[in-house]
């Protein structure tokens, strides 16, 4: 069985702060993602990597950075936390291919105060 | 450019009753098209997925889906929902990214009550 697995399910820190969010998967795929998931707004991806050190914005790329040095971990860091980046984070990996499913995490649900 | 549309953002059936929960894409490539299903609390799991081999696809715990290009639809149906059903359905395309091939475009999602 794939498994994706992300260091925290439940995290609140203090606005400013820098935050860490990582994810490790165990399946040896080439791509990983970050999505950000708000109620009413669906899944939205912020980064993505499709190989170790490449990384590739997504479609809210803004306060937000990723790092990937190893293949099966891919972090996502927050800068600079402010309250509007309280969400639910998602990863996620997959093989480098259309038709492959990729598997999720289990989240990671932040709160900045 | 690919996008998916969802319509309903919540829909209650009765335990027993058929399920149906819509989905309609746009894909400017051949589609590859993805129901996911998340419960709460958790990530989301692959349901069902259509990568162009049969247009009626199969899933876990009894759902199936059919692709259809002339409607450009790709709706999610039970025949008789069940109180575990109840969670949040997500359709999605593949979409070529940048780098890489394996990205997908999500819908916004349906919220699927199952009432008693």
């Given at each position: 069985d794939v498994k994706v697995t992300q260091s925290s399910r439940y995290l609140v820190k203090r606005t400013g702060e820098k935050v860490f969010l990582e994810c490790v998967q165990d399946?040896?795929?080439e791509n990983m993602f970050w999505y950000r998931q708000d109620p009413g707004l669906g899944l939205r991806l912020i980064y993505f990597s499709y190989d170790v050190k490449m990384k590739e914005k997504g479609d809210i790329p803004e306060g937000y950075s990723v790092s990937r040095e190893k293949k099966e971990r891919f972090s996502l860091i927050l800068e600079s936390a402010s309250t509007n980046q309280t969400s639910m984070y998602l990863c996620a990996s997959s093989w480098e291919s259309r038709r492959e499913t990729q598997y999720f995490g289990p989240g990671t649900r932040l709160l900045v105060l | 450019a690919q996008s998916v549309t969802q319509l309903g953002s919540h829909v209650s059936v009765s335990e027993g009753a058929l399920v149906l929960l819509r989905c309609n894409y746009s894909s400017s490539v051949p589609p590859y098209l993805f129901w996911y299903v998340q419960y709460p609390n958790q990530g989301l799991q692959l349901l069902l997925k259509y990568t162009?081999?049969?247009?009626l696809v199969k899933g876990i715990n009894g759902f199936e889906a059919e692709f259809k290009k002339s409607e450009t639809s790709f709706h999610l149906t039970k025949p008789s929902a069940h109180m575990s059903d109840a969670a949040e359905y997500f359709c999605a395309v593949s979409a070529p990214y940048g780098g890489s091939q394996g990205n997908l475009i999500f819908g916004k999602g349906t919220k699927l009550s199952v009432k008693p």
């Amino acid at each position: 069985d794939v498994k994706v697995t992300q260091s925290s399910r439940y995290l609140v820190k203090r606005t400013g702060e820098k935050v860490f969010l990582e994810c490790v998967q165990d399946m040896d795929h080439e791509n990983m993602f970050w999505y950000r998931q708000d109620p009413g707004l669906g899944l939205r991806l912020i980064y993505f990597s499709y190989d170790v050190k490449m990384k590739e914005k997504g479609d809210i790329p803004e306060g937000y950075s990723v790092s990937r040095e190893k293949k099966e971990r891919f972090s996502l860091i927050l800068e600079s936390a402010s309250t509007n980046q309280t969400s639910m984070y998602l990863c996620a990996s997959s093989w480098e291919s259309r038709r492959e499913t990729q598997y999720f995490g289990p989240g990671t649900r932040l709160l900045v105060l | 450019a690919q996008s998916v549309t969802q319509l309903g953002s919540h829909v209650s059936v009765s335990e027993g009753a058929l399920v149906l929960l819509r989905c309609n894409y746009s894909s400017s490539v051949p589609p590859y098209l993805f129901w996911y299903v998340q419960y709460p609390n958790q990530g989301l799991q692959l349901l069902l997925k259509y990568t162009s081999a049969a247009t009626l696809v199969k899933g876990i715990n009894g759902f199936e889906a059919e692709f259809k290009k002339s409607e450009t639809s790709f709706h999610l149906t039970k025949p008789s929902a069940h109180m575990s059903d109840a969670a949040e359905y997500f359709c999605a395309v593949s979409a070529p990214y940048g780098g890489s091939q394996g990205n997908l475009i999500f819908g916004k999602g349906t919220k699927l009550s199952v009432k008693p």
